[in-house]
């Protein structure tokens, strides 16, 4: 089965008992990290417990090819399913986990642990990807650079944990300057609610200035000619910067923060 983006957090949150293995793969390899993490927690949320986990590698299944089967039928001594994560697997690693899904699907090998792979990007006639995406007992998932829409999904979740309040503006203006690299979204975003502060009972306000100060990449300093133009009323500099700027910036990036800019010259202010 294929996991699509719609399904992607609840597959996380709640992976279903009769998938035995999950294959996380794509070119963003922060994001396939992190949501082999999101899945061991959610049927072993202590990391530490060496009794329903293990970690493995492809070379090392290679070495020893009845490995997968023995861990995947071992019970764990304290009770609870186990999490055997498998890194750096490649296509040729479909002559290993083609036979062990055989016999998971046959019902020849017992267990009810679950099996996370990691791997890179495959291509789409991939015989490890059509594997697991035609097994009725696994299931494959994308791992693929953030698009504005998925960061704007991340940028929600930060905003919950550290109790802050992000406006459509902030939520926008996060998501396209964010975009492509989960790792920087995430660095990115633990420095900002560092600057900003914990909010608590009523989330702490977010502002487009708190942005601004803290992101390392915002293209704000090419938007300043554009912006002393609009305040002095030069239409037709406006009018000939601004398709540059937008190119430049980002469209969404660059209107944003002109406004909150003009507005801010015009008698507003930042955080203070």
């Not at 970690?55 to 861990?71: G, V």
Request: overall charge negative.
């Amino acid at each position: 089965m294929r996991i699509g983006p719609a399904g992607v957090e609840a597959f996380l949150a709640a992976p279903p008992e009769a998938i035995a293995a999950v294959l996380l793969h794509g070119p963003d390899a922060a994001l396939v990290l992190e949501r082999a993490q999101a899945l061991a927690r959610a049927i072993v949320p202590d990391p530490r417990d060496a009794f329903r986990r293990a970690d493995l590698t492809e070379a090392e299944l290679r070495a020893d090819p009845a490995r997968l089967a023995d861990e995947y039928a071992a019970l764990s001594l304290m009770g609870g399913r186990r999490v055997i994560r498998i890194r750096d697997v490649t296509e040729t690693g479909k002559s290993l986990l083609g036979p062990f899904l055989e016999e998971v699907e046959a019902g020849t090998l017992a267990g009810d642990n679950l099996v996370i792979l990691e791997a890179g990007e495959l291509r789409k006639d991939s015989a490890l990807l059509a594997l697991f995406e035609d097994a009725r007992r696994a299931a494959s998932l994308a791992c693929r650079p953030d698009g504005p829409a998925e960061l704007g999904g991340l940028v929600d979740v930060w905003a919950r944990t550290n109790a802050l309040a992000v406006d459509g503006d902030v939520r926008a203006l996060l998501a396209e300057a964010l975009a492509g690299d989960r790792a920087r979204a995430r660095g990115e975003l633990e420095k900002l609610a560092l600057y900003v502060g914990p909010g608590g009972a009523v989330p702490r306000p977010v502002t487009l200035a708190d942005v601004q100060a803290v992101l390392s990449e915002l293209p704000e300093a090419g938007l300043f000619p554009l912006i002393d133009a609009a305040c002095r009323g030069d239409t037709r500099r406006v009018l000939a910067d601004l398709p540059l700027v937008l190119v430049d910036a980002g469209a969404v990036a660059a209107v944003l923060l002109l406004t909150d800019r003009i507005r801010r010259l015009q008698g507003g202010g930042g955080r203070g």
